[in-house]
């Protein structure tokens, strides 16, 4: 049974019919990347599956929730769904520990002692252990991604959904942030990413979903939807033709 399932999702925002019937699977341990062009509603999805925008029909099953357009039980969908944006919204008045100990202690009523075993066992997965008592302010902007993205696992979560999470950071920031999103999916993460980063995507990802108006205009595996895409809008888009 796959862990993410979108069947059949329409959204709107007043007239904008955003999304127009998205369908796609996600099956447990696998890569998927989303790419296309802005405003073909990759965002609104994404928001969609971890329930911060209501879909109008349709319905999205993941980790076991059932999301309709009448939305219950957000609290333990996203004990289950952890979602990283392009901003990191850490808190600045709290250490790199604390904002990562923050969600499961609140959330989760994780106590106090396990709460930092485990912010110290994620912040090693990140690279950052070492930063623990540094301020946000004090870190890169890479290395400030990498503690969102901890602060993301402390939840212990199913799925990973990231939100062009590199967009705003410099090439050399942005590959570290891509190396640990890479060690995740080794790890066996199961991961749903829009992304920019065609040469990632092609590599990382199992299959490859390209969005076009609103719709999954294409998708397949990535090697084969990167070297010969069916669609002249997806040729055009990955620069392979047109
Ligand atoms: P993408 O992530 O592919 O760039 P988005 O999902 O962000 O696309 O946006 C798709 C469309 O939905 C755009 O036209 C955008 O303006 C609109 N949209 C997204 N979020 C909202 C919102 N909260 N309210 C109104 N319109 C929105
Ligand atoms: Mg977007």
């Not at 049974?1 to 959204?11: A, G, L, Q, R, T």
């Not at 289950?80 to 604390?98: A, C, I, K, R």
Request: charged content about 20%.
């Amino acid at each position: 049974m796959p862990i993410v399932e979108i069947d059949n999702i329409s959204k709107s925002f007043g007239s904008n019919h955003v999304l127009k019937g998205v369908s796609f699977a996600v099956e447990r341990g696998q890569v998927i990347a989303v790419i296309g062009r802005s405003g073909s509603g990759k965002s609104t999805m994404l928001r969609c599956i971890n329930g911060l925008e209501t879909i109008d029909s349709g319905s999205i099953v993941v980790a076991g929730h059932t999301l309709t357009a009448r939305q219950e039980h957000l609290l333990d969908l996203r004990k289950d769904v952890g979602m990283v944006f392009q901003s990191y919204n850490l808190f600045p008045h709290l250490t790199v520990e604390e904002n990562v100990m923050l969600a499961p202690r609140i959330v989760k009523k994780v106590p106090d002692v396990q709460g930092r075993a485990t912010a110290l066992r994620v912040l090693k997965q990140v690279g950052l252990d070492h930063k623990r008592e540094a301020y946000p302010e004090q870190l890169s902007g890479g290395q400030q991604q990498r503690v969102a993205i901890a602060r993301s696992l402390a939840m212990e979560p199913q799925v990973m959904l990231f939100d062009e999470v590199t967009s705003a950071l410099d090439p050399e920031l942005t590959q570290e942030v891509l190396k640990v999103m890479e060690e995740l999916a080794q790890a066996g993460m199961t991961m749903l990413l829009v992304t920019h980063e065609m040469e990632f995507a092609r590599r990382m990802a199992d299959v490859t979903v390209f969005m076009h108006q609103g719709l999954v205009w294409e998708s397949g595996p990535s090697e084969a939807f990167f070297s010969n895409p069916q669609t002249p809008e997806a040729r055009q888009f990955v620069g392979a033709g047109a």
